[in-house]
C-alpha cells in the first residue's frame, strides 16, 4: 500500500501562508522511505527531501546553494484523499520515492 504525503516549500513561514509563494507536491514513499517499521516523523522528513530534490530538477537554471535559500520553511502531513490523476512524476528517485507537482 502506498503512501501519499502532501509537501509544501517556500521562503518563510509568512509567504507559506499565500499560496502564490508555494510550491506544492503530492508525494509518494517507497517501502524503504515509508514502510511499516518508519516513524512518523521521518516519512514527513522523506517526503520533505523528496519534494525539495523534485524542486530542484524543475529549477535547473538555479544553482542548488541558490534554490537552499528560497526554501526556509517546509510542512509535510500525510495525504488522505483521492489520489488524483497527475500523470508522470516531477521526480522519481533511485529508491522508488515519487513527486508530483500539485
Known amino acids: 500500500m502506498s503512501l501519499f504525503y502532501t ?3 517556500s521562503r518563510n513561514e509568512e509567504l507559506s501562508r499565500d499560496p502564490d509563494h508555494v510550491e506544492n507536491f503530492l508525494v509518494e514513499l517507497c517501502e524503504e522511505h515509508g514502510g511499516v ?5 521521518d516519512r514527513q522528513v522523506s517526503a520533505t527531501a523528496t519534494a525539495i530534490k523534485a524542486m530542484e530538477n524543475r529549477y535547473t537554471q538555479y544553482r ?3 534554490l537552499s535559500k528560497m526554501i526556509g520553511y517546509t510542512s509535510a502531513s500525510r495525504y488522505a484523499g483521492t489520489i488524483p490523476n497527475l500523470g508522470q512524476p516531477r521526480l522519481t528517485q533511485a ?3 515519487r513527486a508530483w507537482n500539485i
Open 7 to 9: 509537501a509544501d516549500l
Open 64 to 66: 542548488r546553494e541558490d
Open 37 to 41: 517499521n518508519c516513524r512518523e516523523i
Open 95 to 97: 529508491c522508488g520515492c
